[in-house]
């Protein structure tokens, strides 16, 4: 790349940084909601839809015109287009995709102590919830597809959790829509959904009550190794998790105790190339920002931590599985662009 087109690209970047902090501003106000059910609105009507001021609300809208977001007509009028609402206002759909914003805008709150952590290599503080919550960025791809088409893609799976009462555990559960998402599909599962983040937890229990599940999917906030040996299960998942542990070895050895005689454990986690490639997809290149951003930093704090990052390699996995007793592992070939699936046994 020469130094013309670096400079250009850099140009771009602060773009695109700049408008996904828009697209933060327009899911926190409600901006793309309010569009996408009345319809054209005026700065004016927008500002009244949503309890917002209009002078900030135009400088909005007319950003969105600018960036193709929206479009607008002679008198003002602004419209989300109908093909910009499954990724824009519709949280029911696998391409929604402003969660994202919010994560971007939680870590920007912390960079000064992440370049601090860099220095000595620690642990950067554990960044708040508040006040711009948790973002549910794969609720509805759990919602939509775990259940439905990821685990009935795996035969012995999907036939052991649908011919008859079964169980499983769901490790690392974050707010609880992996192990909701696994009970709406098969109705005589009961799963336990851990979760070392009690405010998580507290979620996902809303969660369940409201999709109702409750009554077969319980949430505790607790560690997987305080568990085993007193429960079995037919199906133990961890699901865009293990990158993340501090101790993933550990984590899998719990699991595997976790397991009744014919089950499995699942772990889907982050795609990525087999090995290193300079330059990487777009893919992989998003995956080493939230690496060098949340992921590796969230493992630094304890001197004994595997400090896997985000980008998992195969390999890695297979290492770390056969380190925690596995003796297979075996990737499944499930149509998917962000996760990789691995069954142990």
């Not at 759909?93 to 620690?122: C, E, K, P, W």
């Not at 630094?300 to 890695?316: I, L, N």
């Amino acid at each position: 790349m020469d130094t013309d087109a670096l400079s250009q690209r850099l140009f771009q970047n602060v773009t695109a940084a700049l408008e996904m902090y828009a697209v933060y501003l327009g899911e926190r106000l409600g901006y793309y909601r309010a569009l996408a059910d009345g319809g054209p609105m005026t700065s004016a009507e927008l500002a009244s839809a949503t309890g917002t001021a209009e002078r900030y609300t135009r400088e909005w809208l007319e950003h969105h015109a600018t960036a193709g977001l929206l479009e607008v007509d002679g008198d003002q009028r602004f419209t989300l287009p109908p093909s910009h609402i499954p990724v824009l206002a519709d949280r029911e759909s696998v391409l929604f995709d402003t969660q994202h914003s919010i994560n971007l805008v939680r870590v920007g709150r912390r960079m000064a102590d992440l370049a601090q952590a860099y220095r000595t290599g620690d642990a950067p503080p554990p960044i708040p919830w508040e006040p711009e919550g948790r973002a549910e960025s794969n609720r509805a791809l759990y919602l939509n597809l775990l259940g439905r088409q990821w685990l009935p893609a795996i035969p012995e799976i999907h036939e052991r959790l649908s011919s008859g009462p079964a169980r499983a555990c769901d490790i690392a559960c974050g707010l609880g829509w992996s192990s909701i998402a696994m009970a709406l599909a098969y109705p005589e599962l009961t799963v336990d959904g851990l979760d070392l983040d009690a405010m998580a937890i507290s979620a996902a229990q809303q969660n369940a009550a409201a999709a109702g599940v409750h009554d077969r999917v319980t949430f505790s906030a607790m560690d997987a190794a305080d568990l085993a040996g007193t429960e079995k299960y037919d199906l133990v998942t961890i699901i865009e998790a293990l990158h993340d542990m501090t101790h993933p070895v550990a984590a899998l050895i719990a699991a595997r105790k976790l397991l009744a005689a014919n089950g499995s454990v699942l772990v889907a986690d982050l795609w990525t190339e087999e090995e290193l490639t300079a330059p990487g997809s777009v893919r992989e290149q998003q995956e080493y920002g939230w690496s060098l951003t949340v992921c590796l930093p969230g493992a630094m704090g304890d001197q004994t931590s595997a400090a896997t990052g985000a980008v998992m390699r195969p390999a890695t996995l297979r290492k770390y599985a056969l380190e925690a007793g596995f003796t297979t592992v075996t990737i499944h070939p499930i149509d998917n662009d962000k996760f990789r699936f691995y069954e142990l046994t």
